[in-house]
């Protein structure tokens, strides 16, 4: 059981550029998570999903896509790249039963210049 | 706006000693509450959870929930150098599993 795994583990993009970072899970959680984490400051969800062709926008939305095709897969997209952007990205997966815990994949640091 | 706070410390303690880390959130609505560790440049990974007021122990975790007061609060007994780490503290928030974090708090533990 790999988890959640995310690609890449470190990305330079230059501004207006954009990328997808990929998100799996092979635990068949329904509901999954993409965060930011800014330092020094906690996780803000950027959007959820809770099952394939589900998905809808979290605290900080602007400037991402998602889709979820698949259980496993939930990958973000970033269009127009921003310094704004400029973060660590945590994709999580839970498995939707009441008080479950969300398990997080190992992040993607993202500079963007 | 949901909040979760956190102070952010660095909390020092020596090793051995008892660390208690704080949080209080704004949205009555929460029903649980989750203190998750973060070692620097890695992901956050799960302690404790806690939803019924009161106290919840597991090992040298202790969890205690007061809805009352909006507080939550994570003791951690014979604290070692291991646990430095940041705490992260998150409340549920509108179904789903989702969850609002705090900040932080980085407890520093000292030999």
């Known amino acids: 059981n790999a988890g959640v795994t995310q690609t890449p583990k470190f990305r330079i993009l230059k501004i207006g550029q954009s990328m997808t970072l990929q998100c799996t899970q092979d635990?068949?959680?329904?509901?999954m998570y993409w965060y930011r984490q800014d330092p020094g400051m906690g996780l803000k969800l950027i959007y959820y999903?809770?099952?394939?062709?589900?998905?809808d926008k979290g605290e900080v939305p602007n400037g991402y896509n998602v889709s979820r095709s698949t259980t496993e897969d939930f990958p973000l997209r970033l269009e127009l790249a921003a310094p704004s952007q400029t973060s660590v990205y945590f994709c999580?997966?839970?498995?939707?039963?009441?008080?479950?815990?969300?398990?997080f994949g190992p992040g993607t640091r993202l500079t963007v210049l | 706006q949901k909040e979760v706070e956190q102070n952010s410390g660095p909390l020092s303690v020596p090793e051995g000693a008892i660390a208690s880390l704080n949080c209080t959130y704004s949205?009555?609505?929460?029903?649980?509450f989750f203190w998750y560790r973060q070692y620097s440049g890695k992901s956050p990974e799960l302690i404790m959870f806690?939803?019924?007021?009161g106290d919840k122990e597991d090992g040298r975790f202790t969890a205690q929930l007061n809805k009352a007061s909006q507080y939550v609060s994570l003791l951690i007994r014979d604290s070692q150098p291991s646990d430095s780490a940041t705490y992260l503290c998150?409340?549920?928030?509108?179904?789903?599993?989702?969850?609002?974090f705090g900040a932080g708090t980085r407890l520093a533990v000292h030999p």
């Open positions: 999903s809770v099952g394939a062709g589900i998905t």
């Open positions: 999580a997966s839970s498995h939707g039963q009441s008080y479950n815990e969300q398990f």
């Open positions: 949205d009555r609505g929460s029903q649980s």
């Open positions: 998150a409340g549920s928030s509108g179904g789903y599993n989702k969850l609002i």
């Open positions: 806690i939803y019924s007021n």
């Open positions: 635990m068949n959680h329904n509901y």
